[in-house]
């Protein structure tokens, strides 16, 4: 599942990742250090006789030998005041010891600079742009796209990344991001036993388009409510093709359960109707109530659609969108939340689906919870959604 979308991620996070570790590899300005000042004090010797000699008259030579007796009288103070000025600066170290030595403010510049690195806003545009194309051919949502992004440039751009984890950090940020394309998880299977008992028929009304799967889903459904010990009646309201009756039909055989149908062409509002006055008689838990599969660009459809959730009152309507079909399924449950207002989503067909953009992208755009995953054919082939386990198979 997803394994062409992990492929790619996978690739596309590495060669981000590379290109980063190409830039410059100062974050900041590596100055050349400064050459310290020596005040090393002068010769006091040296002094003294310039100092002589500054002050010695062209004009007394004669009194050559007193001045050089003066010159000797002075150098031992001058040795002293020179001794005074070596000692002022190793004092002044002592009395500021928190500040660095010349070596270490040069070692600590130069080792931020080699194990970091800093990603421009410009470059980050650059590089993602990758990243982009990967998502679009994995049928991600534009509005999906666009979190990743914001979500990675805030992580990313302008903040030091160490050299060795800059693919550790895109993941992480990654997996973040997608994990917050989930609405709040919901328990369907956890639940559904207090909401039957609270309030008994509990009525679930499936929506999609032919070919979504919503029949073989329902039936799946009824299998996984039987488990749990609960009574399910079925309502065969899709009046418009009476090979879905047919099947409902097969299905509700197989598994020992009541099928409520009218004819052919028959108001799918009654259908539904008579199925939920049959479980308040006969004391069944669970009333899951088919519809037509209909198109959401199909307004007369949708209007019929309306009026079975006025007639019925489901307490909850599910979307079943085939995953396989990224964008449609995603745009499908978009129409269907304007239209009805869905409380939850089925993908069917997820174990077939390579490339996962619906699995990852309808959650956010409708705001509502993936329920289960269709994964096969048989009735226990319904597996409920774990976000978690999403992002583990695609790699992050």
Avoid: W
Wanted: glycine share 8%; proline share 4%.
């Amino acid at each position: 599942m997803f394994g062409f979308l992990k492929k790619k991620l996978g690739e596309v996070i590495s060669k981000f990742s590379e290109k980063v570790k190409e830039e410059p590899k100062a974050v900041a300005e590596i100055k050349e250090p400064e050459k310290p000042k020596l005040e090393a004090a002068k010769p006091a010797a040296a002094e003294a006789k310039a100092e002589a000699k500054k002050e010695a008259p062209v004009a007394a030579v004669q009194e050559k030998e007193k001045a050089e007796e003066r010159v000797q009288l002075a150098a031992p103070a001058a040795k002293a005041e020179a001794r005074k000025e070596e000692i002022k600066p190793q004092a002044a170290d002592y009395e500021q010891p928190k500040k660095k030595g010349l070596f270490e403010k040069i070692t600590g510049t130069i080792t931020e600079a080699v194990t970091t690195a800093k990603i421009s806003e410009e470059k980050f545009e650059q590089m993602f742009s990758d990243m982009e194309m990967t998502l679009l051919e994995n049928n991600a949502a534009v509005e999906v796209i666009g979190k990743i992004k914001a979500d990675l440039k805030q992580a990313l751009v302008d903040k030091p990344l160490p050299r060795g984890k800059i693919e550790e950090a895109i993941r992480k940020t990654l997996r973040g991001s997608i994990e917050g394309l989930f609405a709040s998880g919901y328990d369907f299977k956890g639940s559904i036993k207090k909401l039957a008992a609270e309030k008994k028929p509990y009525k679930v009304m499936f929506v999609g388009i032919n070919g979504s799967g919503k029949t073989t889903t329902i039936a799946k459904m009824t299998k996984m409510l039987q488990d749990e010990k609960l009574k399910v009646v079925i309502a065969a309201a899709d009046t418009f093709r009476a090979a879905a009756i047919h099947q409902l039909q097969e299905h509700a055989d197989k598994l020992g359960v009541k099928l409520i149908k009218h004819d052919y062409g028959a108001d799918p509002a009654a259908v539904a109707f008579d199925a939920i006055k049959y479980a308040e008689a006969h004391g069944i838990d669970i009333v899951l109530i088919d519809t037509a599969g209909r198109l959401h660009s199909n307004v007369n459809l949708v209007d019929e659609m309306k009026k079975i959730a006025r007639v019925a009152k489901p307490d909850m309507k599910v979307f079943v969108g085939e995953s396989i079909t990224g964008n449609d399924c995603v745009e499908q449950a978009r129409s269907f939340n304007e239209a009805i207002g869905i409380d939850g989503i089925i993908l069917s067909k997820a174990d077939i689906d390579e490339k996962g953009g619906a699995a990852i992208s309808v959650s956010y755009i409708t705001q509502k919870p993936i329920l289960f995953l269709g994964t096969g054919q048989g009735y226990g082939d319904l597996e409920q959604f774990n976000a978690d386990a999403i992002v583990e198979q695609l790699g992050l």
